[in-house]
């Protein structure tokens, strides 16, 4: 059952209208630094998941000891531990999150955390299957406007590298595959100039924008970043993982 991308782009017209509502009521620092946002996909994660196991086995906002740290999840699956199920830990995790402004500027900060949390989660737990869902504008946000409570959406930044980026931690095969990579990763690119907006998953739409060179294409795929079979996806390498337990 692919992603239900109704209910998603309810969702981001949700987003794109609570933050440029913020904007012109100049609530927009602190509504960056709350969690209204970012809820907002969370509430859609866990609906997808909802779908495909069993509801009381979703738990948000939990630390999970890795290593060599302990890191608070977004959401995680796992199974209760009351002997009806094999006894096992978190089977599934998946992070969200989101950059509408500064984004070039926080792309260092951005892909080392990424890696970082695959890595730790995965040193310890080797067979949990890790989702990361990313949401990024086809053009930010201008964050001094935004002070000044006016909304401009201005912002280039360099598409390709971020393609790139996340294609390289993505596709994690195995239990015995490197640390660093996730299970399945979504770049959720978002056209936020558009009322209401669009997702954008098409390489050929790219190339149409000037967002990416026809040569980028025919080397690279969108096709495994898309949002479509994000769920589907980690759905079945968590069954392949954990057969013996029952999902439903």
Partial sequence: ???????????????KDTY???????????????????NLLHEYVIGELKRRVEPSWIITDK????????????????????????????????????????IEKNYDTL???????????HNRFPYMVLGYLYLLPKVGYNSDAAKKMRVKLSERYNLEKYILSFL?????????????KYEKVCLLFVDFERSPPEIIDD???????GLVSEKFTQLYTFEELSIKNFFDELYKT?????YLLRFR
């Fill in 1 to 15: 059952m692919p992603a239900d991308r109704k209910l998603l782009l309810g969702k981001l017209k949700k987003i």
């Fill in 20 to 38: 440029e509502d913020a904007i012109r009521k100049g609530e927009y620092t602190s509504l960056i630094r709350s969690k209204k946002l970012i």
């Fill in 63 to 102: 630390k999970v000891y890795g290593f060599p740290k302990t890191k608070e999840q977004d959401i995680i699956v796992q199974p209760p531990q009351n002997g009806r199920n094999v006894s096992v830990g978190p089977i599934m995790a998946i992070n969200v999150r989101s950059q509408l402004s500064s």
């Fill in 111 to 121: 892909f080392e955390r990424i890696f970082a949390e695959a890595l730790n989660l």
């Fill in 168 to 180: 390289s931690v993505a596709k994690r095969g195995s239990p015995t595959d490197v640390a660093w």
């Fill in 203 to 209: 390489v050929q739409v790219f190339v149409n924008e």
């Fill in 238 to 242: 968590t069954m392949e993982r954990y």
